[in-house]
C-alpha cells in the first residue's frame, strides 16, 4: 500500500480502535496496538513490511519523544525525594525478575548463554506504554512517580545487564580464537561504558542546546519545532555513532527539565502535539508483532512470561514493604511493570547478529513474549493505577510527569 | 525547581566540555565493526543465492525476448496448408518455405487475428522460397538492416504453429554461403539448428529487423539472408520458373554440338522434364526439339512465352521433334498428377514405389565427359540416344567406344534432364 495511504489508514483506525476499547476499559494503548496487530502482515496484511520498514523513522520520533518525557523524573528536587526508593525498587524488581528468569530457562535445560541473555532482557519495562497509560488516565500520586522512575532507571540497568552479560559470554565463550581475549574485553567493554557514558554525554549536549534555546523561543508550534529538531539530531546521532538512543533520549529530558527556565512550557506543549506520533507509534508496534508466534514460544516462553512476572511482583512488594511505602504502592506497583516491548526486540536484534548461535532460541522466546506483554501490559497498568486510586488525580491541565506541579 | 544559578554556569560549561570530549574521544578509539559482527553468510548460501539471481536475470532476459517476439510475431503468419510459417515479406506478399514439389495453389493465410485465403502464389519447383499475394497486408518488420551485426549479437527467431507463437532467444555467429536446391545463396549463421517445424520463420535482431527467412536448403534448414529471398523471389518471376512450376518444363536453346547430334533440327531443346508435373504426364521427354507452338514456329524460348501467360485458356499444343518423328502434344496445365499417386494404391490399403528404373552411376571420374556433361554420382541413367536401358551389356556396349556423341537422359531428385555426352577425343 501507498505510505500516505496506510499512515492515513493507521491513524483513523487507531482512533477508532481507541474509541472501541474505552468501552471495555481497556487502555487506548491497547486498542492501538490491536489494530496495529489486525492491520499488519501477520492478519490483515494491509501494512506490508515495506510499509513499516518505510514509517520506522515515525517510530524513531515517537520514541525519542517518550523517553525525553520520561527523563524528566531525573528532576532534581523530585529525585532527592523519591530517588533513593526508586533506585532500591528498580534493583529489587530487576535482580528477582533476572534471576527467576534465568533459573527457569536452566531448569528447561539451555545453555547458560541463553539464560543469562533472557534474564538480562527480561529486566526492561516498556517506557512508552507506561508513559501513555499514565498521561491517558491522568494519573498523579507515589505510584505514578516510582512507577516513572523505576521504568527510567531499569531500561538503563537492562542496556546495562545485558552488556555485562553480552561482554561475559564473549570473554568465556571460546571463540573462532581469531580475536584475542584483550581485543574481546576491549570491544564488550567499551561498548557497555560507551552506550551509557556516550549517550548521556550527547543527551547532556542536545538537552544544554534545546534548555538554551528554548528560553528564546516562546510560542507554542516554535517550542514544538524546536523540540522536534532535537530529538530527531540525538536519535540520528546516536545511529551515527552506536550509541543508544535510549539513553541519550532520556539524558535529553533529564538534562532539560534541571536546567531549562521553561521545561514546563516545553513539556505541555510536547504532550498536546505529539498524540498522532505515538498512535502511530503503537500501532507499527503492534504491526511488527506476530501473534502466530506465541504457539510456537512453547515451555520457556511460558517461563519466560510467568517468570518476569513473578519476579517483578515478589521484587516490587517485597522492597516497597521493606521502604515501608503504602500498600496500594506494595500491592500494585508489580502489575504496572509488566509491559515490555521496544527495547527486548531492540536487544533481541542485537542478539541476532552477536550470537548467532543463541539467537534462534532468543528470538522465538523474546518475540513471542513480547506479543504476549504488550496486549495485556497496558490493561494490566492501568489496572494497577486504578487500583491505588491515582486515576484523575491530575486533571488540573498538568501533564502528570510534569515537575513542581504541587 | 532548581535553576541554573549564574554560578552554575562555570560547572554547566564543564560538563558540556567533557561531554564533547567523551564523545571524541568515544568516537576515536571504539572499535571498528569487525567483519565477524556481521552474520556471514554460509558458502551454499551464497551459492544459492547466486544461483537465484542468476535465474532471475535468466528470467528477466526470457522475458525481453518473449516480448520482443511478441512485437514482431505481427509479421508473422501461419500458412497450415504449406505446414509452414511465412514472414510478411512486403505489402501484400507473404514469403514462406516450399516443401512439396508442387505448392499449394489455394493457401490459407492464418494471420494474427483472422484468416485470410490467398490471391495468388509466386514458386518454383526449383527455389525453397514461395511468395503468397495477400491483398490486404502491409509490411511492418523492415527487411533490412542499415548496422551489419557483429558476432555474439542477440537475434530471435519467430515462427508460428498451429498452437501460437513460438520464439528462440540465438546469438550471431556469420553470413556464409549455403547452396538451396543448386542455388547458390547466403544464410545467417547462429547458435540455432533450424528444423522442419521453424520453416518459413524469421530470425530477427534485436531492433525487430529481419535477418534472415528459415527455408529448407538441402537437407537441412537455413535462414536465407532477406537479399537472397528477394533474388529468388524475382526468380521465381521470370519464365523458366513459371514454366517449371507450371508443366515442370525446363527448355533452352541448343547449343552447336545438339545441332550437329540431331542432325539440323532447328527449335528449343526440352532440358528437363520434372516427374509429376503436366509436361511429364503429357508425355514430354528431355531431348525432345519444339519446333512450333499452336501451329507457330518456334525459333527461341521466347515463343513460348504464350503459355505461361496467366490469360492462356487453351492447353497449348506443342509440335516435337523426337528422333525422327514429330508428334503433336498437348499439355494440360491443370492435369492431375495425383491420380497417379493414388493409381499406387490398392483396395488392400498397400502402397509401393514403382520399380527403379535404369543404372545408379556410383562415381564419375573428374575430367571425364561424363563429368563434363554434367552427370553426377547418384544419378540414374534411364536412355542413351534412343535405346532405353534394360541391361548392363547394353549399356556397357553403348558407352564403350565413345567414338560417337550420344545424348543421354538422366534422372535425378525427381527430374529427367537430358545431356550430350561428347565424343571421346581420339
Redesign the interface.
Same mark, same amino acid.
Given at each position: 500500500m501507498d505510505q500516505l495511504t496506510s499512515l492515513g489508514l493507521i491513524l483513523l483506525l487507531a482512533l477508532l480502535a481507541g474509541h472501541l476499547v474505552r468501552f471495555i476499559r481497556v487502555p487506548e494503548v491497547t486498542g492501538y496496538i490491536l489494530a496495529g496487530v489486525a492491520l499488519g502482515p501477520s492478519l490483515l496484511g494491509w501494512l506490508s513490511q515495506e510499509n513499516l520498514l518505510a514509517m520506522s523513522v515515525f517510530s524513531e520520533v515517537a520514541l525519542g519523544l517518550i523517553l525525553f518525557s520520561v527523563g524528566s523524573v531525573f528532576e532534581f528536587s523530585l529525585f532527592r525525594r523519591i530517588g533513593r526508593q526508586v533506585l532500591l525498587l528498580t534493583l529489587a524488581e530487576s535482580t528477582l525478575a533476572a534471576a527467576v528468569v534465568t533459573t527457569g530457562i536452566l531448569y528447561f535445560g539451555q545453555p547458560w548463554q541463553v539464560a543469562l541473555l533472557l534474564g538480562a532482557i527480561a529486566i526492561a519495562t516498556a517506557p512508552a506504554s507506561t508513559l501513555m497509560v499514565i498521561r491517558e488516565s491522568d494519573s498523579a500520586g507515589p505510584l505514578t512517580d516510582t512507577l516513572l522512575g523505576i521504568v527510567a532507571v531499569n531500561n538503563l540497568l537492562c542496556i546495562t545487564a545485558y552488556s555485562l552479560v553480552a561482554a561475559a559470554i564473549e570473554l568465556l565463550t571460546p571463540a573462532g580464537g581469531a580475536a584475542s581475549f584483550l581485543e574481546t574485553f576491549y570491544r564488550s567493554g567499551f561498548l557497555l561504558l560507551w552506550q551509557l557514558v556516550g549517550s548521556v554525554a550527547l543527551g547532556f549536549l542536545v538537552g544544554l542546546l534545546l534548555a538554551g534555546w528554548s528560553s528564546q523561543v516562546t510560542e507554542g508550534g516554535e517550542v514544538l519545532i524546536l523540540l522536534a529538531g532535537a530529538i530527531l539530531l540525538c536519535v540520528g546521532l546516536s545511529h551515527l555513532l552506536d550509541l543508544s538512543p535510549l539513553v541519550a533520549s532520556l539524558a535529553v529530558g533529564a538534562t532539560m527539565v534541571n536546567l531549562a527556565e521553561r521545561s514546563r512550557h516545553v513539556f505541555g506543549a510536547l504532550s498536546a502535539t505529539d498524540p498522532p506520533f505515538y498512535a502511530i507509534f503503537f500501532v507499527i508496534a503492534g504491526a511488527e508483532l506476530d501473534a502466530r508466534l506465541i504457539p510456537a514460544m512453547g515451555a520457556l516462553g511460558v517461563v519466560y512470561v510467568l517468570g518476569r512476572a513473578i519476579g517483578k511482583f515478589a521484587g516490587a512488594k517485597l522492597a516497597a514493604r521493606r521502604l515501608g511505602l503504602s500498600t496500594e504502592v506494595q500491592n500494585y506497583l508489580g502489575f504496572a511493570l509488566l509491559a515490555q516491548a521496544g527495547l527486548a526486540v531492540g536487544l533481541t536484534l542485537a542478539v541476532n547478529s552477536r550470537f548467532t548461535g543463541f539467537a534462534p532460541v532468543v528470538s522465538t522466546v523474546v518475540l513471542a513474549s513480547v506479543t504476549i506483554y504488550e496486549m495485556i501490559g497496558p490493561v494490566s497498568t492501568r489496572f494497577a493505577l486504578t487500583r491505588a486510586g491515582e486515576v484523575g488525580l491530575a486533571k488540573a491541565a498538568h501533564d502528570p510527569m510534569l515537575p513542581d506541579r504541587r | 525547581?532548581? !535553576? /541554573?544559578a549564574p554560578a552554575n554556569a562555570k560547572y554547566?560549561f564543564t $560538563?558540556?566540555a %567533557?561531554? %564533547?570530549l567523551? $564523545?571524541l574521544l568515544?568516537?576515536l %578509539? !571504539? /572499535?571498528r565493526p !569487525?567483519s565477524?559482527?556481521? /552474520?556471514q553468510p554460509s558458502e551454499t548460501d551464497l551459492a544459492r543465492l547466486t544461483r537465484l539471481t542468476e535465474r532471475r536475470s535468466l528470467d528477466t532476459r526470457a522475458g525481453y525476448f518473449a516480448q520482443l517476439a511478441d512485437d514482431v510475431a505481427t509479421s508473422v503468419v501461419r500458412m497450415p496448408d504449406a505446414g509452414a510459417s511465412g514472414v510478411v515479406w512486403t505489402t501484400g506478399t507473404i514469403a514462406t518455405a516450399r516443401f512439396e514439389p508442387r505448392f499449394p495453389t489455394a493457401t490459407l493465410v492464418r494471420m494474427l487475428d483472422r484468416d485470410v485465403r490467398a490471391s495468388g502464389a509466386v514458386w518454383a519447383p526449383h527455389l525453397p522460397v514461395a511468395g503468397v499475394q495477400v491483398p490486404d497486408v502491409a509490411q511492418l518488420v523492415p527487411a533490412h538492416r542499415a548496422v551489419a551485426p557483429r558476432s555474439g549479437d542477440w537475434l530471435v527467431a519467430v515462427w508460428r504453429t498451429d498452437q501460437g507463437r513460438v520464439f528462440a532467444p540465438a546469438n550471431f555467429l556469420d553470413v556464409a554461403p549455403v547452396s538451396c536446391d543448386e542455388l547458390p545463396s547466403r544464410e545467417t549463421l547462429s547458435t540455432l539448428v533450424f528444423t522442419r517445424s521453424m520453416a518459413g520463420g524469421g530470425l530477427f535482431d534485436i531492433n525487430g529487423n529481419l535477418m534472415g527467412l528459415i527455408l529448407p536448403c538441402g537437407e537441412r534448414y537455413a535462414a536465407v539472408v532477406p537479399e537472397q529471398v528477394d533474388a529468388m523471389l524475382s526468380e521465381a518471376e521470370s519464365f523458366g520458373s513459371r514454366l517449371l512450376a507450371r508443366y515442370g518444363l525446363a527448355v533452352g536453346p541448343m547449343t552447336d554440338d545438339e545441332t550437329e547430334y540431331f542432325k539440323g533440327a532447328a527449335g528449343v531443346i526440352v532440358r528437363e522434364v520434372w516427374i509429376g508435373f503436366s509436361g511429364e504426364v503429357a508425355g514430354l521427354r528431355p531431348g525432345d526439339i519444339i519446333v512450333a507452338l499452336n501451329g507457330a514456329v518456334v525459333a527461341s524460348a521466347d515463343d513460348l512465352r504464350p503459355v505461361v501467360a496467366q490469360t492462356e485458356r487453351e492447353p497449348p499444343v506443342l509440335s516435337v521433334q523426337r528422333d525422327t518423328a514429330r508428334l503433336e502434344i498437348t499439355i494440360r496445365a491443370d492435369a492431375d498428377t495425383t491420380a497417379r499417386e493414388t493409381d499406387r494404391q490398392t483396395t488392400a490399403g498397400l502402397m509401393w514405389e514403382s520399380p527403379q528404373k535404369g543404372y545408379r552411376i556410383d562415381a564419375v571420374l573428374p575430367g571425364s565427359r561424363a563429368a563434363t556433361a554434367g552427370i553426377r554420382p547418384g544419378d540414374r541413367l534411364l536412355r542413351i540416344g534412343r535405346t532405353e536401358l534394360r541391361s548392363l551389356d547394353q549399356m556397357r556396349r553403348l558407352l564403350a567406344t565413345g567414338r560417337t556423341a550420344a545424348f543421354v537422359e538422366i534422372e535425378r531428385d525427381g527430374r529427367r534432364r537430358g545431356t550430350l555426352l561428347k565424343q571421346a577425343e581420339p
Open positions: - | 525547581m532548581t !535553576r /541554573p554547566i $560538563l558540556a %567533557v561531554s %564533547v567523551i $564523545l568515544g568516537s %578509539v !571504539r /572499535p !569487525r565477524a559482527d556481521q /552474520p
